[in-house]
């Protein structure tokens, strides 16, 4: 079966910094993605990690253990414009589906 | 970049009629389209899976005579909401493969349906 993880909600400061955690069990593994989604709009890609480590973009990072089936994005200095969802995808072994965890809804505060 | 286009982006409609979706890819050619479903305070649910020049395949408990998909071109795929009724009130989003870009997704901006 498919299972993906998030904490449904949570709150930062702005300017401080935020670690989202994502655990999946799937049946197959070819990537994991990141997206953020604002209330009405369609998901924006963040990241991709294919490979366990860390990879950094700016103000977003994130990091993957495949032994673990545990990732997390990271966002610093955080900005109010960073209230959104944040959707774990998985991709599976053929590359053809995503499947996506239920989202954790950030909120920022002044 | 990668551009994928939905239209219309929002629409209202009686219940029993019939909607249809048009999902376009506008830089790049597209064998697999997706379409999702998403409720509000919800994650996106996969509905079927979209492939140019041959029947769509459809997630467990979509019903493929309701939601009809045709993908008659690399670069459109539609969703037809036939028959719909209030409980079929979503944000219809698709997304497009891109095989070249290590067959990352890149999404539509979204359709919103209301039935009333």
């Known amino acids: 079966g498919q299972n993906i993880d998030q904490p449904t909600e949570m709150t930062a400061t702005e300017g401080a910094i935020v670690q989202i955690n994502c655990t999946y069990q799937?049946?197959?593994?070819?990537?994991l993605f990141w997206y953020q989604q604002h209330a009405g709009e369609a998901p924006t890609f963040l990241s991709y990690?294919?490979?366990?480590g860390l990879e950094e973009k700016g103000r977003f990072s994130s990091f993957l253990s495949r032994s673990k089936g545990y990732s997390y994005l990271l966002l610093k200095e955080l900005q109010m414009k960073d209230s959104a969802s944040y959707l774990c995808?998985?991709?599976?072994?053929?590359?053809?589906?995503?499947?996506f965890g239920p989202g954790t809804r950030l909120s920022v505060l002044p | 970049g990668a551009v994928v286009s939905q239209h219309p982006s929002r629409v209202i409609c009686k219940s029993g009629t019939s909607v249809k979706i048009e999902c376009r890819s506008l830089?790049?050619?597209?064998?697999?389209m997706f379409w999702y479903r998403q409720f509000p305070k919800q994650s996106l649910m996969l509905m079927a899976t979209?492939?140019?020049?041959?029947?769509?395949?459809?997630e467990q408990g979509v019903e493929k005579d309701k939601f009809l998909i045709n993908h008659a071109s690399l670069t459109l795929s539609t969703l037809t909401v036939t028959s719909a009724h209030p409980e079929d009130s979503s944000f219809y989003i698709c997304?497009?493969?891109?095989?070249?870009?290590?067959?990352?997704?890149?999404f539509g901006p979204g359709t919103r349906l209301t039935v009333l």
């Open positions: 799937t049946s197959g593994f070819n990537g």
């Open positions: 990690n294919v490979l366990d």
């Open positions: 830089d790049f050619q597209a064998t697999t």
């Open positions: 995808a998985v991709r599976d072994n053929y590359g053809q589906n995503f499947v």
């Open positions: 997304s497009a493969r891109r095989v070249d870009r290590n067959n990352e997704q890149f």
């Open positions: 979209s492939n140019e020049g041959s029947k769509a395949t459809y």
